[in-house]
């Protein structure tokens, strides 16, 4: 049984960074895949990185790349997302999800944390 607890969200100008934490536990982590994904009202869930616990192969959205990073700090089990340069259209709830089969690339998780608020505004 997999536990996820996001934080790190919050209000932020357009322009500025934040740093998101998803802490995890599991007696196999690693052999799991962590995303990270965004809700937006009136919009599809979206999703937005990987990262493979086992060979730490790591992809994003076209929409990110180039601008958010995602890690894992084993220090301190969790899966980090740094984002930079962000945006309007970078608001939204933002979710880490573990998928228990790597090979899909985060295509189906399993378990969900609870979310954090990513606010970009002026």
């Known amino acids: 049984q997999l536990q996820l607890v996001e934080s790190g969200g919050g209000l932020v100008q357009p322009g500025g960074s934040l740093r998101l934490s998803c802490w995890t536990s599991?007696?196999?982590?690693?052999?799991?895949?962590v995303g990270w994904f965004r809700h937006a009202p009136g919009k599809e869930r979206e999703w937005i990185s990987c990262i493979n616990l086992r060979n730490q192969k790591i992809d994003y959205a076209g929409s990110v790349k180039g601008r958010f990073t995602t890690s894992r700090d084993n220090t301190k089990n969790t899966v980090d997302l740094q984002m930079n340069s962000l945006k309007p259209e970078d608001t939204g709830i933002y979710y880490c999800a573990a998928d228990s089969d790597p090979s899909t690339n985060c295509g189906s998780p399993d378990y969900w944390g609870q979310g954090t608020q990513v606010t970009v505004s002026s």
């Open positions: 599991g007696f196999f982590l690693n052999y799991y895949a």
